[in-house]
Structure formats: structure tokens, C-alpha cells
């Protein structure tokens, strides 16, 4: 099993940015699953944010497109979650999550980092 972790959290302005990064604590390559962003707020269920399969293909929640970018770099060893814009409804602990491609949960998760948005 791969021990995911998650830094980059923090406090911001509302309008603000910040930059997730995610990857393996061995630092071993991602390539060859899905990986993912999931968020969740306290009394909040958890939320997917966006995702990235094997494949290179990207998904976001209407809630931040236009406004958050998932990417990786060429190795695949990290991978990014880019948040401009920022509001205060975005505040939650952010998780990176991976799987094998295909249609099943996601079964591997880091530990999350704090994301706060003042108003």
C-alpha cells in the first residue's frame, strides 16, 4: 500500500491562492491510477473536488471550475491541486485519494491538510 500525504495548506484571504501537492512518502511514481481531491467541512459530506485518471483525464466539481486546477508533473511523482479565487465556503480539510483505474472507490487515502478562506 502507498502512504499518500498532503501539504500546502493554510490560511488565506478570501480571493486568495494556495497549491496542494500530493505524493507517495516513498516518492514513487503515481502513474497507472486514478487520483483524486476530495474535500469535507465540518457537519459537511465529503466532496469530490477534482479528479485525474491514469489516462490523463480531468474532472471538476461545478463548484470550483474556472477556479481550481488539478496537474502533474511529467513523472507523475506529485500531483498538484492549483486554488485561485478562494472563498470562504471552500474552507475544509483537503484529502488526495488514488485507486487502480475503473469503476470502484477510491481506497487509498493521506492524512489531509487544513485549508481555511477568510472573509
Known amino acids: 500500500q502507498v502512504q499518500l500525504i498532503e501539504s500546502g495548506g493554510g490560511l488565506v484571504q478570501a480571493g486568495g491562492s494556495l497549491r496542494l501537492s500530493c505524493a507517495a512518502a516513498?516518492?514513487?511514481?503515481?502513474?497507472?491510477?486514478?487520483i483524486a481531491w476530495f474535500r469535507q467541512a465540518p457537519g459537511k459530506e465529503r466532496e469530490l473536488v477534482a479528479s485525474m485518471t491514469y489516462s490523463s483525464r480531468l474532472f471538476y466539481a461545478g463548484s470550483v471550475q474556472g477556479r481550481f486546477t488539478i496537474s502533474t508533473t511529467s513523472a507523475r511523482t506529485t500531483v498538484y491541486l492549483q486554488m485561485n479565487s478562494l472563498r470562504p465556503e471552500d474552507t475544509a480539510v483537503y484529502y488526495c485519494a488514488m485507486k487502480r483505474p475503473g469503476p470502484r472507490d477510491y481506497d487509498n487515502w493521506g492524512q489531509g491538510t487544513q485549508v481555511t478562506v477568510s472573509s
Open positions: 516513498s516518492g514513487r511514481p503515481l502513474s497507472g491510477f486514478d
